[in-house]
């Protein structure tokens, strides 16, 4: 007799004489479930005529729900013209599927959770066109402002964490006198994904100008400055109302300065900050790279995304390629950050004139610029004009106490005028400041061995150590053993010690911490050799493959006009600007 276990589906026969046996399956062992297993009838399937069809009916209905659901997630098939109105997320899947860019991360900067929608519904209570309910979302974002939830701050360098979405903007700035540091993509995204969760056409927009303000609302020209566009019915129709949710600019810009953006080109604008995030913050130059070049594909009309690339290029040693995207910034927008952003190019090559010809035009577009104003100061120690440069310090403190160079401007600015000591304290200052900028530290370094304090100096040598990738560190090591000399990366000396080194080392003057750049002149032989000193360039005084290439940049800066490339001047030379 032949059994089958419904248990664990096990057929199996049993012998002759043991059917009077409780019956124990020889495979799971269980003594129930098991059933007889009887031969199979050719009418059974007359018996049931609708099974088959039954179950290909149920097959297909599943097939069909699958196929509704897989078309409900699945990327759009889009054309090439990306429309000027909110996309939904298939669609907006589907372009960046198109142009081949990976916007994991960002790719819902603009959409709308559970709490950006209680964010919105509060905020729009009562209200029924859309530039009353733009009024009370503005006005909740700014009421959040006032609380101390999120300041302004300089926009000099990236803060500590990467770009966030509109969502985990809303839940960071729930608390009061939090102050978040948020960007101003960051704030307007919040009001555009809150305004799109109520009905209305929101818009992100970037801006360049406010009317009557003295300085450039992105100083930088490495995050953008972006508002939120508002229609009063669809988007495109009509001229949008303009709202300032991160800074509060009551009048709106001109139409010359601001331009309304796809959702693409605001994909665009979160890669690019996310982007110089990874330059500065994580010293990944290689991922920046990457990044960059994606927000390109998806706003190649946006000048911020240009120098960021520019930036970018620089760093990681392809100076020729960066000069041109940033040249190609000017050329989009011809604005006080790029101007100020070429200058430092200039600055690294040697053409000090031609610096201080594109400072002028910055400060006469934006009089109280305060980055071009350090900048400026600069220009004037490399003109051994240090009464020209304190003044152009001061006042871009006044203008701005917060600007990251300043520090290492002052410390430059002391270090040399003859007074160490408060170089030094500048010095920490800086660092303090700025810790994450290898160069920063470098600066640092090179002051305290100037003033004698080798143990200062050798902790900051190896905090460099510790904090450059390990693909660049053998480049790293021979840099600051040629700019601190051949012990800095030893372990701190005593004070004996220190004596004794500072003796030894008396009269070296190979590396000159003066003006603006600390210099790295020629070898003998090579580019610059009448200024000493070894050489990071070739033969034709480009940057050597130590300097970047294939395996990355040599260093990780946090402003790439503080790179100097070489080329122009008297001597083509690698410099290190170290006091911006």
Known sequence: MRY????????WDLEDGKEDKKVRCPSCMR???????????????????????????????????????????????????????????????????RLRVDARGVVDLLAADEGVEEFAERATEGRRSATEMAEGVYEAIRARASQHAFSRWSLGVPRETPVADAGA???????????????????????????????????????????????????????????????????GQGEPRIFDPWGGHEVAPEADDVRVMTDLEALGAALTVRAIHLLVRESDPARAMEVSRDALRLDPRSPTTRSVRGAILLVSGAASEGVAELESAKQIRADAPRHQLVAGVLLAQGDVEGAQRELNEALEIAPEYAAARAALAAVHLAQSEPDLAREELERAQRIDPDLHTLPGLWAGYYATTGDLESAVQSARSAVERNPSDLQTRLMAARVYRQAARYDDMRREAREVMERVPSAQRSDMETLIRRLLGPTALESPLDEEEEALEDEEEEGDDDYELGGTSLRLGGAEGAPGA????????????????????????????????RLRLGGGGESDRLRLDLQE
């Open 4 to 11: 089958v276990c419904l248990n664990c589906g096990h057929r």
């Open 31 to 97: 003594v129930t479930g098991i059933e007889k297993v009887t031969d199979a009838k050719p009418a059974t399937s007359a018996r049931n005529p609708w099974l088959v069809p039954g179950i290909v009916v149920v097959l297909l209905a599943a097939i069909g729900g699958g196929y509704a659901m897989w078309r409900a997630s699945a990327p759009r098939e889009v054309g090439e013209d990306v429309p000027e109105r909110p996309l939904e997320r298939d669609e907006l899947v589907g372009h960046l599927r």
């Open 169 to 235: 903007v809303r839940s960071w700035i729930r608390e009061d006198g939090s102050r978040r540091r948020l960007y101003p993509l960051e704030a307007a995204a919040l009001m555009v994904a809150a305004l799109r969760s109520r009905g209305v056409d929101a818009m992100l927009a970037e801006t360049w100008a406010f009317p009557g303000d003295p300085s450039p609302p992105d100083p930088s020209g490495h995050f953008g400055y972006y508002v939120a566009a508002v229609y009063e019915n669809e988007a």
């Open 530 to 561: 009448e200024r000493g000193g070894p050489s990071l360039l070739d033969e034709q005084g480009e940057l050597a493959p130590s300097g970047g290439g294939e395996d990355g940049p040599l260093l990780m800066l946090g402003d790439p006009s």
